[in-house]
């Protein structure tokens, strides 16, 4: 079954999943043509190689660690920490625990 988008001005609920984690899929919040906001579920030991977005990106830990690499350097997220990537900057992540982040995307 498909989880709807959020519609504009609807508050949408971002809490942690805790023991619900487990059992939810990544999902596209909302999307419209020049803005995306994506919640990527992602089990411990779970790694996306690298690659690259075509706008600019923002990368939420809502729970959870990951270990995000970008520039050169490496940044462990856990919850409430953020990262922001300039468009095409090559990124990968691992996540170090159960975890849940909200991804932004520019689309412009």
């Keep these: 079954m498909a989880i709807p988008h959020a519609n504009p001005g609807e508050v949408i609920d971002l809490s942690p999943l805790a023991d619900k984690i487990a059992n939810t899929r990544t999902y596209t919040v909302f999307k419209t043509p020049t803005l995306e906001a994506i919640r990527l579920v992602l089990p411990a030991g779970k790694q996306i190689a690298e690659h690259k977005a075509p706008g600019e ?52």
Excluded: W
């Design 57 to 108: 990106i923002t990368v939420l830990c809502l729970e959870g660690r990951v270990v995000f690499t970008s520039g050169g350097a490496t940044h462990q997220l856990t919850a409430g920490k953020m990262l922001y990537l300039r468009a095409a900057e090559p990124h990968a992540l691992h996540a170090i625990e159960d975890s849940s982040i909200l991804v932004t995307l520019s689309l412009r």
